[in-house]
């Protein structure tokens, strides 16, 4: 505190005054307690990377005890492993069961909405649920291939590689971008970068699930309709018009067979729905389908060949995919940004489901160990035939629903995805396409999510800009170049209200201390002779020379209104500093400018309850100097208060 | 105001209470006056790009009073012409003839570092000072060519075109850069996108103009030492290997030339820095040396061969060049780009510049019409073989000193370069390079600012690391690339304050209603049964998440330190939100999230003085309604002493 002395008269006193006329006490401004740059740093760094004080747990333990905390919190199956019993063990079949049933079909779709193999999508449900359940803190997390990064990863890859003419290079992609998905998710949990998954606004997503979603059902129009050539492309305008040029190809069987089946699955979607405890129905009915348009299929397949299906799918347990990864080359560049794209994706769709459920449960899921659990089992999926896997959220809604107690549904899903591969290959020989695409339909059309959309209308018409951003980029654009403008467009967003803040003039509550904006408090009044501004903003380079001039215009604007009503003329401007959370240099400048600009137009210019950060520097620099004794305070109260009391006693009006 | 009664109950009385034990009256929190989407649109543009509210002179005027102010803004040359008098012409004169001393030379210098004939630095120096004359705001900017955009231009441009083999179309560009560079400054001033140049922090600048001036001291390594054949790189590896394998080729006449000029062009720049009264010194000191230095070369001529001097010039006025600018072919990008950064970085020295003395004589210069005037006189510039031009620090310094009034010192300064243009250029024949490279020197050494970094380092340790960040990248990696890292830090740093903002505990502070922080005010105690804590920044999807993890950390601290010190049950978390000036959708869901998370914990939620626009959007998402009668207050105080007696009232400790 090296810039004034205490100016407190009287702390015990009781008789804190009313409205600047009696006496006041006047607090000093405290400056925070000292620490070095390298204690400032260590707390910045902790606040920035740990906040969530992962060691807190470590401390006041016996060595013991810390080996086996560490162990549980590598992996969580350690905490909830020993009090596993029979009845959890009931409830986990039941629903590991039941996410089963949606997990074998669903999982044959999506791996055809990445282009790959349907195969590929039992395998990727079978490896990766295994080591979630045993690093992964989600108790009712079910995890598998998911349609948004399918589809991401699908339009990138095929956008250089063509799916079916290249088919070994384009598997090897694939499992190359998944261990670079898998690479970047456990960087982010390891080097404890989640925070980067939060600039995917809630808005973003809204806007970017749903064009991914509409862009999804656009594809699936291919197997609803039963057209044979259809376009590479994702956008709109191609699919389309592929679409309409070839009307010669659709298929009146495939697309009755689709129209009922897809009526069936969206019913039973809508009664599980509106009855949450009917969940079963909606679970079901995918397998159900399945089976029902096999037999039918099987039953017809002399009669008409025009619907086409799945055929020979290989029997077996993944083989190893290691030797299919690709670290040099011309596409490796590709993979890197593929999995980057989908890692941030289906690491942001697996946070947010874990998030939400163990929010309904109240638990807590630990950002950055997800990611880690989640970037492990990529990597492990990417050398065993897996493409990139996370948590869905609608089989882990059944999942919730069926009453899963713990990772071991995930065990009991894999069991039977492992029978399946095993055992029961041959019989999805029959299995129609057109069904595989009433799937996909079914379950990406809950993705738009317009009553989400329609409430950011409502209360954040700039976040519903940002939704909208996302949606047409996706659909219009490319899938990672909406995603890009619309990330854009909210950092833009945060640097725009950095670069003008809202300054307001504050007014004194008759009757109290109560400083409040005049806008807002009808009975709040000006103080005369005082300008009493509000700035809601740190200062920075961004804004400094923008606050200074907009300060200047609320003085010569108060001036003017003064000259007008022949009032007292202003003597002081007083800045309240409470919301400035921080200031640079060039903020630094800025005040110091506007002083001796205001002391040129003989005003005084007082600053109110800078934080201590603020403080610190504001006191380095030496402006708080340059202010002088009566130039800082402690709120906007006292400084009235004593700068009358100090014009009082020299005679000024 | 549908939220809730009026709580005030006797607005009149005097008796507002001390610490929480009293009856306090109790004031609820308005929103604030209501507007439509379009009013708040309207409000957000206004203060986005109108900040300075430029039609406000033209209301309550006749129209003939609107047509002058009209040309008076568009034509500050009309406001000061009709007073001025031969008093000021006779500063003017003295001024402009000291500024065109110092002009000539540079210019001639300044071509030089952008790879581009000697002539074209004087033609710059004529045609813009006239055109900056009729429509700056800057009554001591002296125009011309400047050192750090002339090497940002050489260097952009050399990378794709060798200024001397393909020398027509390295001229083509270089003013087809200057046109861009040109349009590129009107529109930002035209759009009012003025607050573009403000993401150049002073930091940033500091480091990147040191950077650019150790680039150009070794690009004069070349003339100094007279090498022949020297490197067409810019950055400090290449030039450093480039000057010692020439070795051979260093001429001795030319270094002792050379070091001898320098010394007395430095020592003239210390004597005028240390004495501002003798500016003239430093001012006269290079045409004086490049007169001796001329006269020198032209009477040994014939002993030595081994100093290089300017050889023939053009004489006569600046041809036009509108033919030679290029609107199509493979170099228009990098015409493009070169205009675009030239551009940003003439326009932050020309305002910069126009700022400080503008301050110094306390008028105002207006940052988008400076950016237009600018903008314009580039423009034409590229039609009459001038390349990209702005007002230079180091003249208009001159110019300030040498008592320059108005703008007219600049047509003054552009008459004598006419003269030499149109009689003196045969004097340049025997000018050596040396004396070039011995002016720029000087000039650009005063640009490595080393008291304002370490300013930097003692206030703000991260406005340094930007800093330096500027001034390596410019060195080691290119000049466009370095400004691009500093910019992407500095942004970074805004984006890191918001995406992990600052949390602290509150208490009161004894016998007053102020509420502060624990850590910064020792006398400050906490109140049983409370948490206080005040949120630093605005709530965004950036940290929605991170706060909500960060305030039930804080719960869950506090109840262990109460638990340690058998302490009062804590019953409620105060959120004071002054400094939260906005909040998004995600923000909104956090605050939602959190008060249900907390209920589930016991524990009440209770927001404090919510800004205008949050309170709206807190209202308008019914999280008003959820939090109930007693879940909002004005200040602190109010909340602690209406929740205490309620809670005394049901018989609570």
Redesign the interface.
């Known amino acids: 505190m090296g810039h004034g002395t205490n100016r407190v008269e009287d702390?015990?006193?009781?008789n804190?005054g009313?409205a600047g006329e009696t006496v006041v006490?006047i607090?000093s401004v405290?400056?925070?307690?000292k620490k070095t740059?390298f204690q400032?740093?260590k707390k910045r760094v902790g606040?920035?990377f740990f906040?969530?004080?992962p060691l807190q747990r470590f401390r006041n333990q016996t060595w013991r005890n810390r080996v086996i905390l560490g162990l549980q919190s590598l992996f969580p199956i350690f905490t909830w492993g020993s009090q596993y019993d029979l009845k959890l063990l009931r409830s986990d079949v039941i629903s590991g069961l039941t996410i089963a049933s949606l997990a074998i079909p669903q999982g044959i779709s999506y791996a055809k909405l990445a282009n790959l193999p349907p195969i590929v999508g039992l395998y990727s449900s079978f490896v990766p649920p295994l080591i979630y359940a045993v690093l992964g803190s989600s108790r009712h997390l079910a995890v598998g291939p998911v349609s948004i990064a399918s589809l991401v990863m699908g339009s990138m890859l095929s956008e250089s590689v063509s799916p079916t003419q290249d088919s070994i290079l384009y598997l090897k992609l694939a499992f190359t971008s998944t261990f670079f998905a898998g690479v970047f998710q456990a960087s982010l949990g390891l080097l404890r970068l989640g925070?980067m998954i939060?600039?995917?606004?809630?808005?973003?997503l809204i806007g970017f699930t749903a064009g991914a979603a509409v862009i999804v059902s656009l594809q699936q129009l291919k197997g609803l309709l039963g057209i044979v050539h259809f376009t590479g492309k994702m956008q709109i305008v191609p699919v389309m018009s592929s679409v309409f040029n070839h009307r010669s190809e659709w298929s009146w069987e495939t697309i009755v067979m689709g129209i009922g089946f897809l009526s069936i699955l969206l019913t039973t979607r809508h009664i599980s729905m509106r009855k949450p405890k009917l969940f079963w129905i909606s679970a079901a009915s995918p397998l159900a389908s399945v089976i029902i348009s096999t037999l039918l299929v099987y039953l017809i397949r002399s009669k008409t060949h025009a619907i086409s299906f799945i055929g020979h799918l290989p029997k077996g347990l993944n083989p190893p995919s290691l030797n299919m990864l690709y670290f040099s080359g011309a596409h490796l560049a590709l993979a890197i940004k593929t999995g980057i794209i989908t890692g941030i994706l289906s690491l942001t769709e697996g946070i947010a489901v874990g998030r939400t459920f163990a929010?309904l449960k109240?638990y807590q899921v630990n950002?950055n160990k997800e990611m880690m659990a989640i970037g492990f089992m990529n990597m492990a999926g990417s050398c065993t035939s897996c493409y990139v896997t996370t948590g869905s959220f609608s089989r882990s809604a059944v999942n919730y629903n069926a009453g899963a107690k713990t990772a071991v549904s995930n065990i009991v899903m894999a069991s039977a995805v492992l029978v399946t591969l095993l055992f029961l290959m041959p019989l999805f020989y029959y299995t129609p396409n057109v069904i595989l695409a009433a799937i996909i339909l079914t379950a990406v059309i809950g993705l738009i999510d317009y009553q989400a959309a329609y409430?950011?209308w409502?209360?954040?018409?700039?976040?519903f800009f940002t939704c909208l951003c996302s949606f047409f980029g996706v659909l219009f654009v490319s899938v990672p170049l909406g995603l890009a403008i619309a990330v854009a467009v909210?950092?833009i967003?945060?640097?725009?209200?950095?670069?003008?803040?809202?300054t307001?003039e504050f007014g004194n509550?008759?009757?109290?201390?109560?400083y409040?904006?005049l806008?807002?408090?009808?009975?709040a009044s000006r103080i005369p002779g005082f300008l009493i501004l509000a700035i809601?903003?740190?200062i920075?380079?961004?804004?400094?020379?923008?606050l200074q001039?907009?300060i200047l215009?609320w003085a010569r604007e108060e001036e003017n209104r003064i000259k007008e009503n022949n009032g007292t003329t202003l003597k002081c401007i007083i800045l309240d500093m409470?919301?400035?959370?921080?200031i640079?240099?060039?903020g630094?400048?800025a005040v110091f400018?506007l002083r001796?600009?205001l002391e040129?137009q003989s005003l005084q210019l007082v600053l109110v309850n800078p934080?201590?950060?603020v403080?610190e520097?504001l006191h380095?620099?030496k402006i708080i100097e340059a202010l002088g004794l009566s130039g800082l305070y402690?709120?906007v109260g006292e400084a009235v208060a004593d700068l009358s009391s100090t014009w009082k006693a020299n005679g000024q009006p």
Chains 1, 2 share one sequence.
């Open positions: 702390m015990a006193s009781p804190n009313t006490e607090h405290c400056l925070p307690p740059a400032k740093l606040d920035v906040p969530d004080d925070f939060d600039f995917l606004s809630k808005a973003t929010s109240n950002g409430k950011l409502k209360v954040d018409k700039f976040d909210s950092v967003k945060i640097l725009l209200h950095v670069t003008r803040p809202n307001s509550i008759p009757g109290t201390q109560i409040q904006s806008g807002r408090y009808r009975e809601e903003s740190p920075y380079f961004a804004n400094s020379t923008y001039d907009r215009r409470t919301a400035v959370s921080a640079d240099t060039s630094l400048e400018e001796r600009r040129k934080v201590g950060t403080m520097k380095k620099s402690l709120t």
